[in-house]
């Protein structure tokens, strides 16, 4: 008799790991997800006796049959390292030629070089083309992650994964980024075993690697929500945290905590808790400008989640609150000696506007990520001291009135405006495709508290404002942004909302 036992409808891989398949085809995607090789759906006859002893020597998935290798299947560990890139007759009529031209010519038998080709087309496309711009933030870390002579396993595969996804996305060429995604499996495996080793676990290029897969994540994700990102920053905390300062000597140790700081400054300020990297943030002998803006934002997170448990506590006598309208005062004229500093520190104008056009031009793309960052912060401060303000009682001594009228007309409503205008003026010049989507994505933090700001004091301009916001996502890719804006409503935002009622 012939008969086609099993109901399942999934590939064959999936039912003998007995998972549940997407069914996607020609390859499912959990195929691809975990680096495993798809077998595919085509199932063939099986004879069966139809007696009791028949039916038990037949073997489970005996009707699978092998399909047909092709290039678009996934490669396996080998190939990946391995396999020449996509000819043009591999990639078929409808996909775009890949550039440059060096890709698109015969297959490349050196495998160093078939590498080199495809981190270079990624650093094209995600960090600034000028070298007068230099590395900034994100390129730091990534030059240094990529000239490392020796990269363990996990720190190769991830590069691998970053970049052939990116160029694929860019070029619409899925080859690639299925071979992108099989290396992103191989590379969470070789990354797992590297952090069940404390050795390994402390190292440099472990750390590189979740971030390099952080960064993965966050483009390449099915959905525009944040949450699994922020769930990976958190790991990456907890890996430094492990680590101590003394790991951040090396310049690929220097480079990735700086950046990983700029996260967790960022998560400090949005849920107004204490970073819990604030004390090696406060040991750290910070190199630059940026790295002492970083640490000036770690205390400002701190400082919000003191206003918070005073808020919520029974002392809410006259001195309490001017001692923190002290402490906020204190902070804001450090900051402005920051900037000062910074002006002096500068071969040329920081800043400038070109005729009547209201965009804001910068001297580089890194003074203008950094201004960004500065206005953010000062804007979250100025926010807080006017609502602090607004709660003083009326009847208050001379001295302690003087003092807060004082304060109110330097952070009032004008002011706030004044900051978040100066951010969004000078998206569009961090948005040009010449430096970069690591630039755009830099704007996400700051856009997002200028335009809080600009919503809740009714700019004449929030159309337009929302506008060049929106179009990290539609023109930059970054599906993600559109979460963010959605997420206004947290952190520091949620006690604005409460006072203005």
């Given at each position: 008799m012939v008969g086609i036992p099993g109901k399942s409808k999934g590939c064959h891989t999936c039912r003998r790991r007995k998972i549940r398949c997407d069914l996607q085809k020609p390859d499912c995607a959990r195929c691809i997800q975990s680096g495993r090789e798809c077998e595919g759906y085509v199932r063939g006859a099986v004879f069966l006796n139809r007696t009791v002893k028949g039916w038990e020597k037949r073997e489970r998935l005996e009707e699978v049959q092998p399909r047909k290798k092709s290039s678009s299947s996934p490669q396996s560990v080998g190939n990946i390292k391995n396999e020449p890139s996509p000819s043009t007759s591999q990639r078929g009529s409808q996909s775009p030629p890949i550039q440059p031209s060096a890709v698109s010519q015969p297959p490349i038998e050196n495998p160093d070089l078939r590498k080199y080709i495809f981190q270079n087309l990624f650093l094209e496309s995600y960090l600034p083309k000028s070298p007068k711009a230099g590395s900034g933030l994100a390129g730091a870390w990534l030059f240094e992650a990529i000239r490392l002579n020796r990269r363990n396993t996990s720190l190769e595969y991830s590069l691998h994964a970053l970049c052939l996804t990116r160029v694929g996305r860019i070029l619409g060429h899925q080859d690639l980024i299925k071979r992108g995604t099989a290396a992103y499996g191989f590379a969470l495996r070789a990354l797992h075993r590297a952090l069940e080793n404390s050795k390994l676990a402390a190292k440099d290029e472990t750390l590189a690697t979740c971030l390099i897969l952080s960064i993965y994540e966050l483009y390449e994700s099915t959905?525009?929500?944040?949450?699994?990102?922020?769930?990976?920053?958190?790991?990456?905390?907890?890996?430094?945290?492990?680590?101590?300062?003394?790991?951040?000597?090396?310049?690929?140790?220097?480079?990735?905590?700086?950046?990983?700081?700029?996260?967790?400054?960022?998560?400090?300020?949005?849920?107004?808790?204490?970073?819990?990297?604030?004390?090696?943030?406060?040991?750290?002998?910070?190199?630059?400008?940026?790295?002492l803006l970083f640490a000036k934002g770690h205390s400002l997170g701190a400082l919000l989640e003191d206003l918070d448990k005073y808020k919520n506590s029974t002392d809410h006598s006259l001195s309490a609150s001017a001692a923190y309208l002290k402490r906020c005062y204190a902070m804001d004229l450090d900051f402005a000696s920051w900037y000062n500093n910074l002006a002096e520190e500068s071969p040329s104008p920081i800043l400038w506007r070109s005729g009547d056009e209201p965009q804001i031009q910068f001297a580089n793309i890194n003074l203008a990520l950094v201004m960004l960052d500065y206005w953010a912060l000062r804007l979250i401060l100025t926010t807080t001291i006017d609502l602090i303000c607004g709660q003083v009682p009326k009847e208050v001594p001379s001295s302690v009135a003087d003092f807060v009228a004082q304060l109110k007309a330097v952070h009032g409503s004008e002011r706030q405006v004044e900051l978040a205008t100066n951010i969004m003026d000078s998206m569009p010049f961090c948005m040009k495709d010449e430096h970069g989507v690591s630039s755009s994505q830099k704007c996400l933090f700051s856009g997002r508290v200028a335009l809080f700001a600009l919503r809740r004091h009714s700019s004449e301009k929030l159309s337009d404002y929302e506008k060049t916001f929106s179009d990290l996502q539609s023109k930059k890719g970054l599906r993600f942004a559109q979460d963010i804006d959605k997420k206004e409503m947290t952190g520091w935002t949620p006690h604005i909302g409460k006072e203005r009622r």
């Open positions: 959905s525009n929500s944040t949450s699994a990102h922020e769930e990976h920053n958190n790991g990456i905390e907890r890996l430094v945290q492990f680590r101590g300062h003394r790991q951040n000597d090396t310049p690929l140790g220097k480079a990735l905590f700086k950046n990983i700081c700029y996260a967790s400054m960022i998560k400090s300020l949005q849920y107004r808790k204490t970073s819990r990297l604030k004390n090696l943030v406060d040991k750290a002998e910070w190199w630059d400008m940026q790295g």
